[in-house]
């Protein structure tokens, strides 16, 4: 009873939350069929552990119970978080714990890369490891736009290769089909969870060519103090380098930013960020980081890894650009979320917003991104609710390009679990952490009672 009430309270509210152009999106009094009518199972094979989440019909506020593949913590995570991404073949990856883990048919088989006793031949500090026995550890991982999966991993204990606060750089190359990896010395002290994007090349600058560069920032340091991080132009040996001042000051430069018409490869529905990287690649080249300067401007790395002002005013640090060329921002204000999109390059924008009413009072962790060749837009909102404890939730918005108006809700997990981010906590969840696969099912992260570490679960049934 208290979820059905819960589900109708939000589903009245969102009903009443947004705007789209002249106000399209408001639900019609019409006959509309349910989209359950289109639902089918996509994967006939049954997981180990699976689990039926409430879902909201938005168009009819009817509901029923959608069928997820649900993992662990032995699946990649670790005690607080998944840190998941997928790839243009399907391929589920994690890395919330010590080492890439990763599976090409849903979740039924899984693999891990574990460094071996010898790096690359190509490191510059040639330092082996004791595989296996590393520590305890965690990293970011995503696929760059020629194939290749960059990832590092931070290791801040003592482990069997007795080195503390460790940077293992581990490189997937698409050309070779191997992974490998390199040590690297760092210059942050308490390093703490990386966020990591491509630089989209080729790259020629003065740490040398490549046809794309990685970088990687310490959450903590990049969001107390706007210290830099490392970047890579081989994903393997990783450089210090700074943020520019926020003042001002850099060169000014235009770029078009409309791609609708270019006809991108699949790379750009994956290669999407976590979101606290507060940066995207750019498909003509460089990476760009929306709202950046205290006047409002973006800050632009372009291909020679030098920075950038770029006169263009984003409604949010938070955005991506999809494979249909479309930018997506979203910004969250209280209990609210706007969903705003560009078909023209930043110079216009629509907008939804997702208000949560009554059924929120605070917003503790989000994510989203979008699909272009999916014409799919996802909104994963964990929120503590009124009556205390969190909930995970997830919106699809399919066909974003004719209505940006969310066609489910779909409640991940129990709701009855209370945790908090940030170390000293008994019950942690620190962070979101979401994908979409290539046939249009969603990756998230949760945490309810069932598990005394975060979950992740698998969408297995989708409108056909």
């Known amino acids: 009873m208290q979820r059905a009430l819960l589900s109708l309270a939000l589903v009245c509210s969102m009903l009443l939350?947004?705007?789209f152009g002249d106000g399209a999106g408001t639900v019609e009094d019409e006959d509309i069929s349910s989209i359950w009518e289109s639902y089918e199972r996509v994967d006939a094979q049954s997981h180990d552990l699976e689990a039926n989440f409430v879902t909201v019909d938005l168009r009819t506020n009817q509901s029923t119970n959608t069928t997820w593949a649900v993992f662990d913590a032995t699946y990649g995570g670790n005690c607080c978080e998944h840190y998941l991404a997928t790839s243009i073949e399907g391929q589920i990856m994690n890395i919330g714990g010590e080492y890439p883990v990763y599976s090409?048919?849903?979740g039924h088989e899984w693999d891990t890369y574990i460094p071996g006793a010898l790096p690359?031949?190509?490191?510059?500090t040639f330092i082996p490891t004791n595989p296996g026995q590393e520590g305890l550890g965690e990293g970011s991982i995503v696929q760059a736009t020629n194939g290749d999966i960059i990832s590092m991993s931070w290791y801040p204990y003592v482990g069997g290769d007795l080195k503390l606060d460790?940077?293992?750089?581990?490189?997937?190359?698409?050309?070779?089909?191997e992974w490998t990896w390199c040590y690297n010395r760092i210059t942050e002290p308490f390093y703490d969870r990386s966020w990591q994007v491509e630089v989209v090349g080729p790259i020629s600058s003065s740490l040398g060519n490549g046809e794309w560069a990685s970088i990687v920032v310490s959450n903590f340091w990049h969001q107390t103090q706007n210290a830099g991080g490392q970047i890579s132009v081989d994903g393997?040996?990783?450089?210090?380098?700074?943020?520019p001042d926020r003042s001002g000051g850099d060169p000014s430069?235009?770029?078009d930013l409309d791609f609708t018409a270019d006809d991108l490869p699949a790379y750009w529905d994956v290669n999407k960020p976590h979101k606290e990287m507060r940066a995207f690649p750019v498909?003509?080249?460089?990476?760009?980081?929306?709202?950046?300067?205290?006047?409002?401007?973006?800050?632009?790395?372009d291909t020679t890894l030098s920075w950038n002002e770029l006169e263009v005013q984003f409604p949010s640090e938070y955005c991506q650009i999809d494979r249909a060329g479309a930018l997506h921002c979203v910004s969250n204000s209280g209990t609210s979320f706007t969903h705003y999109m560009s078909t023209d390059g930043a110079i216009t924008w629509s907008n939804y917003t997702y208000t949560l009413g009554e059924t929120a009072s605070l917003i503790e962790e989000w994510e989203f991104q979008a699909n272009g060749e999916l014409d799919l837009f996802v909104l994963n909102v964990r929120y503590q609710s009124t009556e205390g404890p969190d909930v995970d939730t997830v919106y699809h918005v399919r066909g974003y390009s004719e209505d940006m108006t969310p066609d489910t809700l779909t409640y991940i997990g129990l709701g009855d679990l209370d945790s908090t981010s940030g170390a000293g906590n008994d019950i942690r969840f620190d962070f979101a952490s979401l994908g979409i696969l290539n046939d249009g099912g969603v990756v998230v992260a949760y945490h309810d009672s069932t598990d005394p570490d975060p979950l992740f679960a698998v969408e297995l049934e989708l409108p056909n």
Do not use: H, T, V
Not at 166 to 177: R, V
Not at 236 to 243: A, K, T
Not at 285 to 301: E, K, Q, V
């Open 17 to 19: 939350a947004g705007c």
């Open 283 to 301: 498909p003509s080249g460089g990476l760009l980081f929306p709202s950046y300067y205290s006047n409002g401007n973006a800050a632009y790395m």
């Open 120 to 124: 690359d031949a190509q490191c510059r």
């Open 166 to 177: 460790k940077f293992y750089a581990l490189l997937y190359d698409e050309s070779e089909g």
């Open 104 to 106: 090409a048919d849903r």
């Open 236 to 243: 393997l040996n990783y450089y210090p380098f700074q943020f």
């Open 253 to 255: 430069i235009e770029l």
